[in-house]
């Protein structure tokens, strides 16, 4: 029988990886203004098998894996986000036929909510409301989240997998985008609430750590693509 799928944050360490969770790239599509545009799938990782580790501190030659560099650069990792629920801290934003939910704590900086709050206001105009769904629905941090009227969440229906965040507009590596509702245990034991769409530092920076808060895109050791 499969184990559940679960992300472990070990103490001043990586993420572990249990379940045979799939890996894969996730790539941000730049438009014409070179914005972020849409998803691109990348290539599929091949793990390890059951288990597997992830660098969490930034600085694995092997990323997105981990290759114990972490031993020798002192990294600390320490988490400092609350246990609190994603209803209790964010902001309602109201519009005439969907609303919407902003935790702007969980932002990991990757851009797809580039006029979600006015469009939100504008959704009586069909073509505005399908746009604030779907720049909603691309944050993968989760931090933004479209509400009907009568309080239903318009949440993408995402597959159980670690997507590794390639931001190609600013060439930076990203994130890890986790999908699906993946279970995160911290570095003590204790369980961060499970949520569809979650990014998980791997700069080694985040000022919000576990998650990640677009800190990468100043980190030297993060430019440039994973290959």
């Known amino acids: 029988m499969a184990k559940d799928k679960k992300i472990r944050i070990l103490p001043k360490g990586p993420y572990e990886i249990s379940g ?3 890996l894969k790239k996730c790539l941000v599509i730049p438009d014409a203004e070179n914005r972020s545009d849409r998803w691109e799938d990348g290539k599929v990782y091949e793990t390890a098998g059951e288990v597997y580790h992830l ?3 930034g600085h694995s030659q092997n990323k997105p894996f981990c290759d114990y560099r972490h031993l020798d650069t002192g990294f600390e990792g320490k988490e400092v986000a609350k246990h609190e629920f994603y209803d209790d801290k964010a902001k309602l934003y109201k519009g005439p036929t969907i609303d919407l939910l902003d935790n702007s704590e969980l932002c990991a900086v990757v851009r797809f909510c580039k006029n979600t709050w006015h469009l939100v206001k504008d959704s009586d105009n069909p073509e505005s409301r399908e746009q604030a769904i779907y720049e909603a629905s691309a944050c993968p941090a989760g931090r933004l989240i ?13 597959k159980q997998e670690i997507g590794v965040v390639q931001d190609v507009p600013k060439n930076h590596k990203g994130p890890l985008w986790v999908k699906g509702g993946i279970t995160v245990e911290g570095s003590n034991g204790v369980y961060y609430e499970v949520r569809n769409r ?5 700069c080694g920076e985040s000022k919000n750590m576990p998650f990640c808060d677009g800190h ?3 980190c030297k050791h993060m430019q440039g693509l994973d290959k």
């Open 146 to 158: 479209a509400v009907e009227k009568d309080g239903t969440k318009i949440e993408p229906e995402l």
């Open 55 to 57: 660098c969490r501190c």
């Open 20 to 22: 045979d969770i799939p």
């Open 216 to 218: 990468h895109l100043s």
């Open 198 to 202: 979650v990014t998980l530092c791997r």
